[in-house]
């Protein structure tokens, strides 16, 4: 339900393409991860895996399964609410665990935010915590990178902001890209995962903002 939601509510606000580098297959059983950069992106995200035909399960802020109908539609449909700094963050990770080995794919923003600026510009991924490592080395999933481009451009700033761009890209539908990378090597110790993958994601995001002509900030 929510893969068909995003999938019909993003091409009201902008503009979607979708490309893979190739013979990219996204297998049963591995982990998405994706670049964060706006409140629109994992709608973005969904809707572009969806048209690959994949409907992944989503590890998010927990903050999101208290707002209403949103929350619920989470909670229904079995995705993972991460709450951060909090040893419960452990029980996410369970949770990921077995829905990879169910065969679902799971989306993790291994930022672990958003980023804090106000401008609409693109930038490269920040620093990945450790839990996209540690659930690859536990499980032995591959992981896909992914980036995207152009979310910004439907929210970001302060709550004012997001609100006007998102009630005006309707009529600005701006340009929006998603690109899916190669698996990644899960190979070596923890921090030389972790390095590997934000070099993948970065990548893949480079790709994306190309295509769109994103000015990086």
Not at 54 to 80: D, F, K, N, Y
């Given at each position: 339900?929510?893969s ?5 509510l ?8 979708v ?35 994949v ?17 619920r ?7 993972i ?26 989306l ?19 620093n ?20 995207q481009a152009?979310?910004r451009?439907i ?8 609100v ?11 340009a ?5 990378g ?14 590997r ?21």
């Amino acid at each position: 339900m929510l893969s068909r939601i995003a999938d019909l509510l993003v091409p009201a606000v902008g503009r979607l393409a979708v490309t893979t580098d190739p013979h990219v297959d996204l297998e049963p059983g591995s982990i998405v991860a994706a670049n964060h950069t706006s409140l629109a992106d994992p709608a973005i995200v969904v809707a572009a895996l969806r048209r690959l035909g994949v409907e992944p399960v989503i590890m998010a802020a927990a903050g999101l399964w208290r707002v209403p109908l949103l929350g619920r539609l989470l909670a229904h449909e079995g995705h993972i609410p991460v709450v951060r700094g909090d040893r419960r963050a452990a029980d996410a990770l369970d949770r990921a665990a077995d829905a990879l080995g169910q065969g679902r794919l799971v989306l993790i923003y291994a930022e672990g935010g958003l980023p804090r600026r106000q401008d609409a510009a693109e930038a490269a991924p920040r620093n990945f915590r450790s839990g996209l490592a540690r659930l690859a080395e536990r499980t032995g999933a591959p992981i896909v990178p992914v980036g995207q481009a152009g979310a910004r451009r439907i929210t970001s700033g302060n709550t004012l902001k997001q609100v006007a761009g998102l009630a005006t890209a309707p009529l600005r539908r701006p340009a929006l890209h998603v690109h899916v990378g190669a698996p990644v090597s899960t190979s070596g110790v923890r921090t030389v995962r972790t390095a590997r993958a934000r070099a993948a994601v970065t990548m893949a995001w480079r790709t994306a903002a190309a295509h769109v002509g994103e000015p990086v900030a």
